[in-house]
T-cell receptor, first 112, second 115 residues
Framework: ELKVEQNPLFLSMQEGKNYTIYCNYSTTSDRLYWYRQDPGKSLESLFVLLSNGAVKQEGRLMASLDTKARLSTLHITAAVHDLSATYFCAVDGGTSYGKLTFGQGTILTVHP | GAVVSQHPSRVICKSGTSVKIECRSLDFQATTMFWYRQFPKKSLMLMATSNEGSKATYEQGVEKDKFLINHASLTLSTLTVTSAHPEDSSFYIC???????????FGPGTRLLVL
């Protein structure tokens, strides 16, 4: 059974600081996704990582994937309040494409 | 990007009634759609895979007779919660991917409250 674990689960940051969210998963996969969820809303796709060593950046967020370590990271640079949300990683590890197993989510709060 | 819609966005019903939730891909065709469930402050759990023209595939522990899925066309999947009870109250979200896209697009979700 595929397990996906994120840490930390709660992250309180000051504006301007940097931090990293980690996503570990238990079985081989080369398809990993990061999503953002605002309170009461659905999921917004942030990054799609499809190969070992993949690195993608959008604004203050950068995601990477190490399939050998079964680890993905989401790095936040110079955080701003607008980044406050819940961030999920999800792994597509099933035999049928598209079946995602989600991490627990990381609740990020950015303070002034 | 591709758009997935859900209807209704919010529904309140009495215990024992059935509720139908629609998931539509607005600008692409999807032979496969997925239904997820999310409890407050929790992660998303895959309930079932909806396959156009064939039976849905349910995840372990999901009652197929309670959560009826119909994928009658390439742009529409429906989830019917039958004989709903308060413990079925949750946020239901569908997703789909266009063609060979590697990105799953999620609907806006349906918040179900069973009284």
């Amino acid at each position: 059974e595929l397990k996906v674990e994120q840490n930390p689960l709660f992250l309180s940051m000051q504006e301007g600081k940097n931090y990293t969210i980690y996503c570990n998963y238990s079985t081989t996969s080369d398809r990993l996704y990061w999503y953002r969820q605002d309170p009461g809303k659905s999921l917004e796709s942030l990054f799609v990582l499809l190969s070992n060593g993949a690195v993608k950046q959008e604004g203050r967020l950068m995601a990477s994937l190490d399939t050998k370590a079964r680890l993905s990271t989401l790095h936040i640079t110079a955080a701003v309040h607008d980044l406050s949300a819940t961030y999920f990683c999800a792994v597509d590890g099933g035999t049928s494409y598209g079946k995602l197993t989600f991490g627990q989510g990381t609740i990020l709060t950015v303070h002034p | 990007g591709a758009v997935v819609s859900q209807h209704p966005s919010r529904v309140i019903c009495k215990s024992g009634t059935s509720v139908k939730i629609e998931c539509r891909s607005l600008d692409f065709q999807a032979t496969t759609m997925f239904w997820y469930r999310q409890f407050p402050k929790k992660s998303l759990m895959l309930m079932a895979t909806s396959n156009e023209g064939s039976k849905a595939t349910y995840e372990q522990g999901v009652e197929k007779d309670k959560f009826l899925i119909n994928h009658a066309s390439l742009t529409l999947s429906t989830l019917t919660v039958t004989s709903a009870h308060p413990e079925d109250s949750s946020f239901y979200i569908c997703s789909a991917a266009p063609g060979t896209s590697q990105t799953q697009y999620f609907g806006p979700g349906t918040r179900l409250l069973v009284l």
